[in-house]
Protein backbone atom coordinates (compact mmCIF):
# COMPACT_ATOMS: atom_id res chain seq x y z
CA UNK A 1 0.00 0.00 0.00
CA UNK A 2 1.53 3.15 -0.84
CA UNK A 3 1.64 6.20 1.39
CA UNK A 4 -0.97 8.22 -0.88
CA UNK A 5 -3.80 5.27 -0.35
CA UNK A 6 -2.68 4.66 3.66
CA UNK A 7 -3.14 8.78 3.95
CA UNK A 8 -6.37 8.70 2.20
CA UNK A 9 -7.86 5.68 3.97
CA UNK A 10 -6.75 7.21 7.34
CA UNK A 11 -9.01 10.22 6.32
CA UNK A 12 -11.71 8.09 5.36
CA UNK A 13 -12.19 5.94 8.29
CA UNK A 14 -15.42 6.32 10.96
CA UNK A 15 -14.22 8.50 14.28
CA UNK A 16 -16.00 7.37 17.17
CA UNK A 17 -16.13 9.13 20.43
CA UNK A 18 -16.59 7.40 23.59
CA UNK A 19 -16.35 8.47 27.30
CA UNK A 20 -15.05 5.89 30.37
CA UNK A 21 -16.88 6.45 33.25
CA UNK A 22 -18.49 5.25 36.60
CA UNK A 23 -17.28 5.02 40.13
CA UNK A 24 -14.28 5.83 41.86
CA UNK A 25 -10.96 3.44 41.13
CA UNK A 26 -13.08 1.47 39.29
CA UNK A 27 -9.57 0.92 36.96
CA UNK A 28 -10.84 3.76 33.90
CA UNK A 29 -7.63 5.61 32.87
CA UNK A 30 -6.57 1.73 33.33
CA UNK A 31 -8.42 0.30 31.04
CA UNK A 32 -7.23 3.39 28.20
CA UNK A 33 -3.84 3.52 28.64
CA UNK A 34 -3.88 -0.74 28.42
CA UNK A 35 -5.96 -0.36 25.14
CA UNK A 36 -3.84 2.43 24.14
CA UNK A 37 -0.66 0.28 24.81
CA UNK A 38 -2.04 -2.86 23.15
CA UNK A 39 -3.18 -1.09 20.11
CA UNK A 40 0.18 0.37 19.37
CA UNK A 41 -1.31 3.66 19.83
CA UNK A 42 1.76 4.73 21.69
CA UNK A 43 4.91 6.75 20.24
CA UNK A 44 8.12 6.11 21.50
CA UNK A 45 9.01 8.97 22.88
CA UNK A 46 5.30 8.30 25.14
CA UNK A 47 6.31 4.42 26.14
CA UNK A 48 9.81 5.71 27.42
CA UNK A 49 8.36 8.80 29.48
CA UNK A 50 5.19 5.93 30.74
CA UNK A 51 7.97 3.37 32.15
CA UNK A 52 9.64 6.52 33.57
CA UNK A 53 6.75 7.63 35.04
CA UNK A 54 5.73 4.20 36.15
CA UNK A 55 8.83 3.94 38.38
CA UNK A 56 8.27 7.60 40.23
CA UNK A 57 4.53 7.82 40.64
CA UNK A 58 3.22 4.16 39.95
CA UNK A 59 1.00 1.73 42.02
CA UNK A 60 2.28 -1.80 40.67
CA UNK A 61 5.58 -2.09 41.48
CA UNK A 62 8.03 -2.65 38.56
CA UNK A 63 5.40 -3.19 36.13
CA UNK A 64 3.92 -0.19 33.94
CA UNK A 65 0.97 1.82 35.50
CA UNK A 66 -1.07 2.12 32.19
CA UNK A 67 -3.15 4.88 34.71
CA UNK A 68 -0.37 7.36 34.14
CA UNK A 69 -1.09 7.98 30.50
CA UNK A 70 -4.38 9.74 31.25
CA UNK A 71 -4.00 11.25 35.07
CA UNK A 72 -1.36 14.04 33.92
CA UNK A 73 -2.28 15.88 36.42
CA UNK A 74 -0.18 16.65 39.72
CA UNK A 75 -2.85 16.22 41.85
CA UNK A 76 -4.32 13.06 39.88
CA UNK A 77 -1.07 11.19 40.44
CA UNK A 78 -0.72 12.48 44.50
CA UNK A 79 -4.06 11.06 45.33
CA UNK A 80 -4.36 8.50 42.30
CA UNK A 81 -7.61 9.79 40.90
CA UNK A 82 -8.87 10.90 38.39
CA UNK A 83 -10.13 15.05 38.62
CA UNK A 84 -10.37 16.42 34.97
CA UNK A 85 -12.04 14.98 31.84
CA UNK A 86 -8.61 13.61 29.98
CA UNK A 87 -9.16 12.98 25.87
CA UNK A 88 -7.14 10.67 23.72
CA UNK A 89 -6.78 9.98 20.45
CA UNK A 90 -6.00 6.69 18.85
CA UNK A 91 -6.92 4.75 15.28
CA UNK A 92 -6.92 1.08 14.27
CA UNK A 93 -7.33 -0.59 10.65
CA UNK A 94 -10.72 0.14 10.57
CA UNK A 95 -12.02 3.18 12.97
CA UNK A 96 -10.73 6.39 14.32
CA UNK A 97 -11.54 7.32 18.15
CA UNK A 98 -11.16 9.67 20.67
CA UNK A 99 -11.69 8.88 24.28
CA UNK A 100 -12.34 11.04 27.46
CA UNK A 101 -11.66 9.52 30.38
CA UNK A 102 -14.46 10.92 32.78
CA UNK A 103 -13.31 11.36 36.58
CA UNK A 104 -15.16 8.74 38.99
CA UNK A 105 -15.35 10.93 42.17
CA UNK A 106 -18.99 12.81 43.01
CA UNK A 107 -17.93 15.97 42.99
CA UNK A 108 -16.40 16.21 39.87
CA UNK A 109 -19.56 15.15 38.08
CA UNK A 110 -20.12 18.23 35.79
CA UNK A 111 -16.48 17.22 34.76
CA UNK A 112 -18.34 13.71 33.38
CA UNK A 113 -21.08 15.84 31.64
CA UNK A 114 -18.66 18.19 29.65
CA UNK A 115 -17.15 14.34 28.33
CA UNK A 116 -20.20 12.82 27.58
CA UNK A 117 -22.32 15.63 25.54
CA UNK A 118 -20.27 14.57 22.80
CA UNK A 119 -19.97 11.51 22.97
CA UNK A 120 -21.40 8.57 20.63
CA UNK A 121 -20.89 5.68 23.43
CA UNK A 122 -20.25 4.87 26.75
CA UNK A 123 -17.97 2.83 28.58
CA UNK A 124 -19.09 1.83 31.91
CA UNK A 125 -16.57 0.41 34.50
CA UNK A 126 -17.91 -1.80 37.23
CA UNK A 127 -15.18 -2.85 40.19
CA UNK A 128 -15.97 -6.66 39.88
CA UNK A 129 -15.93 -6.88 43.69
CA UNK A 130 -18.09 -4.11 44.66
CA UNK A 131 -20.89 -4.35 41.61
CA UNK A 132 -23.15 -1.21 41.08
CA UNK A 133 -22.28 1.55 43.32
CA UNK A 134 -24.23 5.12 43.49
CA UNK A 135 -21.79 6.26 40.73
CA UNK A 136 -22.49 3.88 38.64
CA UNK A 137 -25.58 4.93 38.69
CA UNK A 138 -25.50 8.50 38.67
CA UNK A 139 -22.64 8.10 35.78
CA UNK A 140 -25.12 5.81 33.49
CA UNK A 141 -28.24 8.76 34.46
CA UNK A 142 -26.30 11.10 32.80
CA UNK A 143 -25.02 8.99 30.08
CA UNK A 144 -29.11 8.32 28.79
CA UNK A 145 -30.04 11.88 29.80
CA UNK A 146 -27.53 13.41 27.33
CA UNK A 147 -29.06 10.94 24.82
CA UNK A 148 -26.10 8.12 24.70
CA UNK A 149 -27.73 4.92 23.78
CA UNK A 150 -25.04 2.65 23.15
CA UNK A 151 -23.50 1.18 26.65
CA UNK A 152 -20.02 -1.39 27.28
CA UNK A 153 -20.67 -2.64 30.54
CA UNK A 154 -17.26 -3.23 31.62
CA UNK A 155 -17.21 -5.89 34.31
CA UNK A 156 -13.47 -5.32 35.62
CA UNK A 157 -10.91 -6.75 37.83
CA UNK A 158 -12.29 -9.87 37.30
CA UNK A 159 -8.78 -11.00 37.96
CA UNK A 160 -9.54 -10.15 41.67
CA UNK A 161 -12.73 -12.79 42.29
CA UNK A 162 -10.57 -15.48 40.22
CA UNK A 163 -12.36 -15.01 36.85
CA UNK A 164 -16.04 -15.90 38.22
CA UNK A 165 -18.91 -16.29 36.03
CA UNK A 166 -21.42 -16.01 38.89
CA UNK A 167 -20.01 -12.50 39.79
CA UNK A 168 -20.44 -10.83 36.06
CA UNK A 169 -23.61 -12.76 35.24
CA UNK A 170 -25.04 -11.08 38.05
CA UNK A 171 -23.49 -7.28 37.69
CA UNK A 172 -24.58 -7.40 34.60
CA UNK A 173 -28.41 -8.51 34.92
CA UNK A 174 -28.62 -5.88 37.95
CA UNK A 175 -27.02 -3.36 35.13
CA UNK A 176 -29.68 -4.30 31.95
CA UNK A 177 -32.15 -3.54 34.67
CA UNK A 178 -31.18 -0.28 35.54
CA UNK A 179 -30.59 0.15 31.71
CA UNK A 180 -33.97 -0.25 31.49
CA UNK A 181 -35.76 1.88 33.97
CA UNK A 182 -33.39 4.45 32.01
CA UNK A 183 -33.89 3.94 28.43
CA UNK A 184 -30.66 2.89 27.28
CA UNK A 185 -31.20 0.52 24.79
CA UNK A 186 -27.98 -0.83 23.21
CA UNK A 187 -25.81 -2.98 26.63
CA UNK A 188 -23.36 -4.94 25.74
CA UNK A 189 -21.26 -6.60 28.95
CA UNK A 190 -17.90 -7.74 28.82
CA UNK A 191 -15.79 -9.18 31.35
CA UNK A 192 -12.27 -7.83 31.80
CA UNK A 193 -9.52 -7.46 33.99
CA UNK A 194 -7.78 -3.95 32.34
CA UNK A 195 -5.06 -4.69 34.25
CA UNK A 196 -3.92 -7.82 32.65
CA UNK A 197 -5.26 -7.06 29.38
CA UNK A 198 -8.45 -9.83 29.52
CA UNK A 199 -10.95 -9.06 26.72
CA UNK A 200 -9.66 -5.73 25.46
CA UNK A 201 -8.05 -6.88 22.31
CA UNK A 202 -7.83 -10.52 22.64
CA UNK A 203 -10.30 -13.20 24.03
CA UNK A 204 -9.29 -14.22 27.44
CA UNK A 205 -8.41 -18.08 28.25
CA UNK A 206 -9.41 -17.65 31.52
CA UNK A 207 -13.12 -16.36 30.57
CA UNK A 208 -14.18 -19.92 28.04
CA UNK A 209 -17.83 -19.27 29.52
CA UNK A 210 -17.64 -15.77 27.80
CA UNK A 211 -18.95 -15.73 24.01
CA UNK A 212 -19.11 -11.86 23.04
CA UNK A 213 -16.98 -9.17 21.16
CA UNK A 214 -13.98 -8.09 22.75
CA UNK A 215 -14.40 -4.56 23.79
CA UNK A 216 -12.11 -2.75 21.01
CA UNK A 217 -13.63 -5.41 18.55
CA UNK A 218 -17.19 -3.72 20.01
CA UNK A 219 -16.21 -0.29 19.67
CA UNK A 220 -15.23 -0.96 15.88
CA UNK A 221 -18.35 -2.30 14.99
CA UNK A 222 -21.14 -0.47 17.27
CA UNK A 223 -22.96 1.90 14.87
CA UNK A 224 -23.35 5.30 16.02
CA UNK A 225 -24.93 7.07 13.07
CA UNK A 226 -27.23 9.91 13.32
CA UNK A 227 -30.56 9.05 13.71
CA UNK A 228 -32.51 11.59 12.79
CA UNK A 229 -34.66 9.50 10.85
CA UNK A 230 -37.35 12.12 8.63
CA UNK A 231 -36.05 14.86 10.41
CA UNK A 232 -35.99 18.24 7.76
CA UNK A 233 -33.53 20.31 7.16
CA UNK A 234 -31.72 22.22 10.04
CA UNK A 235 -29.06 24.58 9.25
CA UNK A 236 -28.02 27.02 12.72
CA UNK A 237 -26.33 30.21 11.96
CA UNK A 238 -22.79 30.60 12.49
CA UNK A 239 -21.81 33.62 10.76
CA UNK A 240 -23.24 35.94 7.78
CA UNK A 241 -20.63 35.86 5.33
CA UNK A 242 -20.61 38.87 3.51
CA UNK A 243 -17.27 39.36 1.76
CA UNK A 244 -18.22 41.83 -1.01
CA UNK A 245 -21.38 43.34 -1.69
CA UNK A 246 -22.27 41.08 -4.37
CA UNK A 247 -22.16 37.96 -2.17
CA UNK A 248 -24.58 37.27 1.15
CA UNK A 249 -24.13 33.80 2.91
CA UNK A 250 -25.36 32.20 5.83
CA UNK A 251 -22.82 29.60 7.44
CA UNK A 252 -23.07 26.95 9.96
CA UNK A 253 -22.80 22.98 10.32
CA UNK A 254 -25.57 21.38 9.17
CA UNK A 255 -27.54 19.45 12.52
CA UNK A 256 -30.12 17.45 10.65
CA UNK A 257 -30.97 16.41 7.06
CA UNK A 258 -29.94 17.81 3.44
CA UNK A 259 -30.80 20.63 1.55
CA UNK A 260 -30.39 21.16 -2.83
CA UNK A 261 -30.49 24.44 -4.65
CA UNK A 262 -34.51 25.27 -4.98
CA UNK A 263 -35.81 23.50 -1.44
CA UNK A 264 -38.25 26.24 0.10
CA UNK A 265 -37.10 27.16 3.80
CA UNK A 266 -37.88 28.87 6.85
CA UNK A 267 -35.35 31.62 9.00
CA UNK A 268 -36.51 30.75 12.48
CA UNK A 269 -37.83 32.25 14.90
CA UNK A 270 -39.06 35.50 12.58
CA UNK A 271 -40.75 32.81 10.42
CA UNK A 272 -39.24 34.62 6.89
CA UNK A 273 -39.50 32.09 3.89
CA UNK A 274 -37.06 31.92 1.07
CA UNK A 275 -35.80 29.48 -1.74
CA UNK A 276 -31.95 27.90 -1.53
CA UNK A 277 -29.90 29.39 -3.94
CA UNK A 278 -26.33 27.83 -3.69
CA UNK A 279 -24.55 25.26 -1.63
CA UNK A 280 -21.20 27.11 -1.28
CA UNK A 281 -18.14 25.36 0.64
CA UNK A 282 -14.80 26.40 -0.10
CA UNK A 283 -14.16 23.92 -2.96
CA UNK A 284 -16.74 25.74 -5.00
CA UNK A 285 -20.83 25.06 -5.33
CA UNK A 286 -22.58 21.38 -4.84
CA UNK A 287 -25.42 20.10 -5.90
CA UNK A 288 -26.23 18.71 -2.12
CA UNK A 289 -25.35 18.49 1.60
CA UNK A 290 -26.45 16.40 4.62
CA UNK A 291 -25.76 16.47 8.32
CA UNK A 292 -22.56 17.25 9.72
CA UNK A 293 -21.36 19.02 6.82
CA UNK A 294 -20.09 23.03 7.35
CA UNK A 295 -22.12 24.93 4.34
CA UNK A 296 -22.51 28.70 3.17
CA UNK A 297 -26.28 29.16 2.17
CA UNK A 298 -27.39 31.77 -0.44
CA UNK A 299 -31.32 32.27 -0.21
CA UNK A 300 -32.96 33.88 -3.11
CA UNK A 301 -34.35 36.73 -1.38
CA UNK A 302 -32.86 39.39 0.93
CA UNK A 303 -34.84 37.98 4.37
CA UNK A 304 -33.13 38.92 7.50
CA UNK A 305 -30.71 36.38 8.92
CA UNK A 306 -28.56 36.99 11.79
CA UNK A 307 -26.70 34.34 14.05
CA UNK A 308 -27.94 32.28 16.19
CA UNK A 309 -31.19 31.52 13.94
CA UNK A 310 -32.11 28.82 12.52
CA UNK A 311 -32.48 28.11 8.63
CA UNK A 312 -34.92 25.02 8.08
CA UNK A 313 -37.20 23.14 5.85
CA UNK A 314 -39.76 24.74 5.47
CA UNK A 315 -42.03 21.72 5.32
CA UNK A 316 -40.63 20.46 8.06
CA UNK A 317 -39.59 23.16 11.02
CA UNK A 318 -38.18 22.61 13.94
CA UNK A 319 -40.85 24.19 16.64
CA UNK A 320 -40.67 28.00 18.04
CA UNK A 321 -41.10 28.71 21.75
CA UNK A 322 -39.92 31.32 24.91
CA UNK A 323 -41.59 28.89 27.62
CA UNK A 324 -39.61 25.23 27.24
CA UNK A 325 -39.77 22.07 30.00
CA UNK A 326 -36.11 21.01 30.46
CA UNK A 327 -34.05 18.39 32.50
CA UNK A 328 -31.23 20.35 34.09
CA UNK A 329 -27.98 19.25 35.14
CA UNK A 330 -27.11 21.83 37.53
CA UNK A 331 -22.42 22.58 37.92
CA UNK A 332 -22.48 25.67 39.56
CA UNK A 333 -20.71 26.21 43.18
CA UNK A 334 -24.10 28.42 44.00
CA UNK A 335 -27.21 26.76 43.79
CA UNK A 336 -29.80 27.42 41.40
CA UNK A 337 -32.24 29.83 42.12
CA UNK A 338 -36.00 30.06 40.58
CA UNK A 339 -36.22 33.46 39.45
CA UNK A 340 -33.04 34.41 38.81
CA UNK A 341 -32.00 35.34 35.16
CA UNK A 342 -29.07 33.45 33.26
CA UNK A 343 -27.87 33.35 29.75
CA UNK A 344 -29.07 30.12 27.86
CA UNK A 345 -26.75 29.33 25.10
CA UNK A 346 -28.59 26.89 22.73
CA UNK A 347 -26.64 26.37 19.08
CA UNK A 348 -25.12 29.40 17.82
CA UNK A 349 -28.20 31.90 20.11
CA UNK A 350 -27.67 33.00 23.18
CA UNK A 351 -30.87 34.82 25.04
CA UNK A 352 -31.21 35.54 28.66
CA UNK A 353 -32.95 32.93 30.91
CA UNK A 354 -35.35 32.48 33.98
CA UNK A 355 -35.87 28.96 35.72
CA UNK A 356 -39.24 30.08 36.74
CA UNK A 357 -40.32 26.97 38.38
CA UNK A 358 -38.03 23.78 39.83
CA UNK A 359 -40.90 20.88 39.36
CA UNK A 360 -38.97 18.02 41.36
CA UNK A 361 -35.64 17.03 41.81
CA UNK A 362 -34.52 13.24 40.43
CA UNK A 363 -32.95 11.13 42.67
CA UNK A 364 -30.20 9.76 39.86
CA UNK A 365 -29.75 6.30 41.98
CA UNK A 366 -33.48 5.39 42.17
CA UNK A 367 -35.01 8.29 39.42
CA UNK A 368 -37.30 8.83 42.10
CA UNK A 369 -38.90 12.69 41.92
CA UNK A 370 -38.50 14.47 45.12
CA UNK A 371 -39.64 18.07 45.87
CA UNK A 372 -36.94 21.01 45.89
CA UNK A 373 -36.70 24.48 46.07
CA UNK A 374 -33.16 24.66 44.63
CA UNK A 375 -30.32 22.85 42.76
CA UNK A 376 -26.99 22.15 44.34
CA UNK A 377 -24.27 21.12 42.45
CA UNK A 378 -24.53 17.80 40.48
CA UNK A 379 -28.24 17.42 41.03
CA UNK A 380 -30.76 17.34 38.22
CA UNK A 381 -34.09 18.41 38.09
CA UNK A 382 -37.22 18.97 35.77
CA UNK A 383 -37.52 22.90 35.39
CA UNK A 384 -39.99 25.28 33.62
CA UNK A 385 -37.61 27.88 31.43
CA UNK A 386 -38.80 31.21 30.66
CA UNK A 387 -36.74 33.03 27.52
CA UNK A 388 -36.77 36.76 26.83
CA UNK A 389 -37.42 36.26 23.15
CA UNK A 390 -38.41 32.73 21.61
CA UNK A 391 -35.99 30.37 19.64
CA UNK A 392 -36.09 27.56 17.37
CA UNK A 393 -35.61 23.91 19.39
CA UNK A 394 -36.29 20.20 19.31
CA UNK A 395 -36.63 17.36 21.55
CA UNK A 396 -33.09 16.69 22.36
CA UNK A 397 -33.98 12.88 21.67
CA UNK A 398 -34.75 14.06 17.89
CA UNK A 399 -31.75 16.43 17.88
CA UNK A 400 -28.97 17.18 20.31
CA UNK A 401 -27.88 20.20 18.66
CA UNK A 402 -31.09 22.35 18.95
CA UNK A 403 -32.61 20.38 22.01
CA UNK A 404 -29.32 20.88 24.21
CA UNK A 405 -28.38 23.93 25.73
CA UNK A 406 -25.97 25.18 28.76
CA UNK A 407 -27.10 28.10 31.21
CA UNK A 408 -24.45 30.38 31.79
CA UNK A 409 -23.63 32.79 34.37
CA UNK A 410 -23.91 36.44 33.87
CA UNK A 411 -21.79 37.94 36.09
CA UNK A 412 -18.37 35.70 35.40
CA UNK A 413 -19.79 33.82 32.59
CA UNK A 414 -18.56 30.20 33.83
CA UNK A 415 -21.44 27.59 32.68
CA UNK A 416 -23.19 26.77 35.92
CA UNK A 417 -25.78 23.81 34.20
CA UNK A 418 -26.18 21.90 30.61
CA UNK A 419 -29.76 20.91 30.15
CA UNK A 420 -32.00 19.01 27.45
CA UNK A 421 -35.37 20.29 26.30
CA UNK A 422 -38.00 17.87 26.98
CA UNK A 423 -41.23 19.92 25.00
CA UNK A 424 -43.04 23.49 24.59
CA UNK A 425 -45.06 24.62 27.36
CA UNK A 426 -48.50 25.38 25.42
CA UNK A 427 -49.50 28.27 27.43
CA UNK A 428 -46.20 29.77 25.63
CA UNK A 429 -47.77 30.66 22.22
CA UNK A 430 -51.15 31.67 23.63
CA UNK A 431 -50.00 34.92 25.37
CA UNK A 432 -49.15 38.01 23.02
CA UNK A 433 -48.44 41.36 23.50
CA UNK A 434 -51.84 43.54 23.93
CA UNK A 435 -50.81 46.82 22.07
CA UNK A 436 -52.15 50.08 23.95
CA UNK A 437 -52.55 53.27 22.34
CA UNK A 438 -51.76 55.36 25.09
CA UNK A 439 -48.12 54.15 25.98
CA UNK A 440 -45.30 55.61 28.29
CA UNK A 441 -44.48 58.63 26.71
CA UNK A 442 -47.96 59.70 26.03
CA UNK A 443 -48.68 59.49 30.08
CA UNK A 444 -45.17 61.06 30.49
CA UNK A 445 -46.40 63.85 29.31
CA UNK A 446 -49.46 64.18 30.71
CA UNK A 447 -47.25 64.31 34.05
CA UNK A 448 -44.95 66.65 32.67
CA UNK A 449 -42.20 64.33 34.03
CA UNK A 450 -39.68 61.51 32.94
CA UNK A 451 -40.65 58.88 34.57
CA UNK A 452 -37.85 56.88 36.53
CA UNK A 453 -37.07 53.95 38.73
CA UNK A 454 -34.87 55.49 41.65
CA UNK A 455 -33.76 51.72 43.69
CA UNK A 456 -32.27 52.13 47.00
CA UNK A 457 -30.55 49.13 48.39
CA UNK A 458 -28.70 48.46 51.47
CA UNK A 459 -28.87 46.74 54.66
CA UNK A 460 -31.28 46.33 57.22
CA UNK A 461 -31.34 49.71 59.29
CA UNK A 462 -29.28 51.37 56.90
CA UNK A 463 -31.59 54.84 56.56
CA UNK A 464 -33.07 53.17 52.95
CA UNK A 465 -37.09 53.61 53.62
CA UNK A 466 -36.55 57.22 55.23
CA UNK A 467 -34.39 58.82 52.76
CA UNK A 468 -37.08 57.35 49.85
CA UNK A 469 -39.61 59.00 52.03
CA UNK A 470 -38.23 61.83 52.21
CA UNK A 471 -37.56 61.98 48.30
CA UNK A 472 -41.25 61.23 47.69
CA UNK A 473 -42.43 64.34 50.00
CA UNK A 474 -40.43 67.06 48.34
CA UNK A 475 -40.78 65.16 44.34
CA UNK A 476 -44.69 65.62 45.52
CA UNK A 477 -44.07 69.27 46.74
CA UNK A 478 -42.92 70.26 43.60
CA UNK A 479 -45.44 68.50 41.38
CA UNK A 480 -43.95 65.21 40.37
CA UNK A 481 -45.85 62.16 40.63
CA UNK A 482 -44.17 60.06 42.56
CA UNK A 483 -44.72 56.17 44.46
CA UNK A 484 -42.81 54.46 47.03
CA UNK A 485 -42.54 50.58 46.88
CA UNK A 486 -41.13 49.78 50.28
CA UNK A 487 -39.85 46.09 51.18
CA UNK A 488 -42.14 45.64 54.46
CA UNK A 489 -45.47 47.17 53.01
CA UNK A 490 -45.11 44.67 49.72
CA UNK A 491 -44.74 42.07 51.86
CA UNK A 492 -48.29 43.17 53.60
CA UNK A 493 -49.57 41.94 50.12
CA UNK A 494 -48.21 41.21 46.79
CA UNK A 495 -45.30 39.23 48.34
CA UNK A 496 -47.38 38.13 51.45
CA UNK A 497 -46.17 34.46 50.66
CA UNK A 498 -42.92 35.02 50.49
CA UNK A 499 -40.32 34.00 52.93
CA UNK A 500 -36.43 35.13 53.38
CA UNK A 501 -35.17 31.99 51.79
CA UNK A 502 -32.39 32.98 48.68
CA UNK A 503 -35.49 31.37 46.76
CA UNK A 504 -37.72 33.57 47.85
CA UNK A 505 -35.59 36.65 48.14
CA UNK A 506 -35.04 36.31 44.58
CA UNK A 507 -38.78 35.71 43.78
CA UNK A 508 -39.35 38.81 45.82
CA UNK A 509 -37.07 41.37 43.96
CA UNK A 510 -38.55 39.80 40.55
CA UNK A 511 -41.88 40.69 41.57
CA UNK A 512 -41.11 44.23 42.86
CA UNK A 513 -38.43 44.79 39.74
CA UNK A 514 -42.12 44.15 37.59
CA UNK A 515 -44.55 46.06 39.14
CA UNK A 516 -41.81 49.11 38.82
CA UNK A 517 -41.21 48.31 35.54
CA UNK A 518 -45.43 48.76 34.99
CA UNK A 519 -45.56 52.02 36.88
CA UNK A 520 -43.07 53.56 34.89
CA UNK A 521 -45.06 52.52 32.11
CA UNK A 522 -47.59 54.63 33.58
CA UNK A 523 -45.23 57.85 33.87
CA UNK A 524 -44.83 57.34 37.15
CA UNK A 525 -41.23 57.77 39.21
CA UNK A 526 -40.80 54.87 40.99
CA UNK A 527 -38.97 54.61 44.77
CA UNK A 528 -38.07 51.29 45.27
CA UNK A 529 -36.60 50.65 49.09
CA UNK A 530 -35.55 46.80 49.09
CA UNK A 531 -32.54 45.56 51.08
CA UNK A 532 -32.54 43.94 47.67
CA UNK A 533 -29.19 41.57 48.28
CA UNK A 534 -28.21 40.08 45.56
CA UNK A 535 -26.33 41.82 42.22
CA UNK A 536 -27.78 39.36 40.22
CA UNK A 537 -31.69 40.35 40.93
CA UNK A 538 -30.31 44.10 41.00
CA UNK A 539 -29.22 43.60 37.27
CA UNK A 540 -31.93 41.47 36.23
CA UNK A 541 -34.60 44.60 37.35
CA UNK A 542 -32.10 46.58 35.41
CA UNK A 543 -32.34 45.41 31.93
CA UNK A 544 -36.25 45.72 32.57
CA UNK A 545 -35.58 49.59 32.03
CA UNK A 546 -34.83 51.76 28.83
CA UNK A 547 -31.11 53.41 29.27
CA UNK A 548 -30.49 55.95 31.65
CA UNK A 549 -34.25 55.22 33.70
CA UNK A 550 -33.20 52.79 36.38
CA UNK A 551 -30.88 54.32 39.03
CA UNK A 552 -29.00 52.39 42.08
CA UNK A 553 -28.45 53.80 45.34
CA UNK A 554 -26.12 52.41 47.65
CA UNK A 555 -27.42 53.72 50.83
CA UNK A 556 -24.17 52.62 52.79
CA UNK A 557 -24.00 52.36 56.44
CA UNK A 558 -21.13 49.91 57.96
CA UNK A 559 -23.30 47.01 59.32
CA UNK A 560 -22.28 48.08 62.87
CA UNK A 561 -24.37 51.55 62.86
CA UNK A 562 -26.59 49.65 61.47
CA UNK A 563 -27.25 47.49 64.08
CA UNK A 564 -26.94 50.53 66.40
CA UNK A 565 -29.99 52.21 64.82
CA UNK A 566 -32.61 48.84 64.72
CA UNK A 567 -35.53 49.90 66.47
CA UNK A 568 -37.12 46.88 65.70
CA UNK A 569 -34.62 44.55 67.72
CA UNK A 570 -34.07 42.51 64.10
CA UNK A 571 -30.44 42.37 64.81
CA UNK A 572 -30.75 41.17 68.13
CA UNK A 573 -33.12 38.08 67.09
CA UNK A 574 -30.63 37.40 64.08
CA UNK A 575 -27.46 37.40 66.85
CA UNK A 576 -29.62 35.08 69.24
CA UNK A 577 -30.72 32.73 66.10
CA UNK A 578 -34.39 33.67 66.24
CA UNK A 579 -34.37 34.98 62.59
CA UNK A 580 -32.75 32.93 60.35
CA UNK A 581 -31.81 34.19 56.87
CA UNK A 582 -30.93 37.11 58.44
CA UNK A 583 -29.03 40.07 55.77
CA UNK A 584 -25.64 40.97 57.25
CA UNK A 585 -25.59 37.98 59.63
CA UNK A 586 -26.16 34.74 57.99
CA UNK A 587 -27.27 35.64 54.76
CA UNK A 588 -24.84 37.84 52.60
CA UNK A 589 -25.11 41.16 51.31
CA UNK A 590 -23.53 42.26 47.78
CA UNK A 591 -22.68 45.73 47.51
CA UNK A 592 -23.34 47.40 43.95
CA UNK A 593 -20.06 47.70 42.68
CA UNK A 594 -21.49 50.79 39.96
CA UNK A 595 -23.87 52.49 41.52
CA UNK A 596 -25.13 55.61 40.20
CA UNK A 597 -25.44 57.09 43.58
CA UNK A 598 -23.61 56.20 47.04
CA UNK A 599 -24.49 57.60 50.02
CA UNK A 600 -23.14 57.41 53.04
CA UNK A 601 -25.51 57.92 56.09
CA UNK A 602 -22.75 57.62 58.72
CA UNK A 603 -21.42 61.52 57.67
CA UNK A 604 -24.88 63.26 56.56
CA UNK A 605 -28.21 63.08 57.37
CA UNK A 606 -31.30 61.62 55.81
CA UNK A 607 -32.45 64.80 55.38
CA UNK A 608 -29.29 65.82 53.37
CA UNK A 609 -28.95 62.69 50.94
CA UNK A 610 -32.67 63.04 50.06
CA UNK A 611 -31.95 66.42 48.96
CA UNK A 612 -28.83 64.96 46.73
CA UNK A 613 -31.15 62.31 44.90
CA UNK A 614 -33.49 65.54 43.94
CA UNK A 615 -31.05 66.92 43.15
CA UNK A 616 -29.60 64.61 40.93
CA UNK A 617 -33.22 63.71 39.06
CA UNK A 618 -33.14 67.39 38.66
CA UNK A 619 -30.41 68.76 37.80
CA UNK A 620 -27.69 65.98 36.79
CA UNK A 621 -28.06 63.40 34.22
CA UNK A 622 -31.37 61.80 34.88
CA UNK A 623 -33.20 65.33 34.40
CA UNK A 624 -37.11 65.17 35.00
Not at 427 to 455: E, F, M, Y
Not at 586 to 609: G, I, M
Request: glycine share 8%.
Amino acid sequence: MGVAEYLHRHETKGLLRFITCGSVDDGKSTLIGRLLYDSKGLFADQLAALASDSRRHGTQGDDIDYALLLDGLAAEREQGITIDVAYRFFGTDKRKFIVADCPGHEQYTRNMATGASTADAAVVLVDARKGLLAQTRRHSYIVALLGIRNVVLAVNKLDLVDYDRGVFERIERDYRELATQLGITNVQAVPLSALKGDNLLQRSPKTPWYHGPMLLEWLEHVDVEPTHGDAGFRLPVQWVNRPHQDFRGFSGTISAGQVRPGDDVVVLPSGQRSRVERIVVAEGDLAAAAVGQAITLTLADEVDVSRGDVIAAASQPPQVADQLAVHLLWMGEAPLLPGRAYLLKSGTRTVNATVTEIKHRIDVNTQAQLAARNLDLNEVGVCNLSLDQPIAFESYCDDRTLGGFILIDRFDNATVAAGTTDFALRRAGNIHWQHLDVDKAARARSKRQTPRCVWFTGVSGAGKSAIANLVDKKLHALGHHAFVLDGDNVRHGLNRDLGFTDEDRVENQRRVAEVAKLMTDAGLIVLVSFISPFRAERKAARELFAPGEFIEVFVDTPLDVAERRDVKGLYAKARRGELPNFTGIDSPYQAPEHAELVLDTATASAQALAEQVVACLLEGDYEI
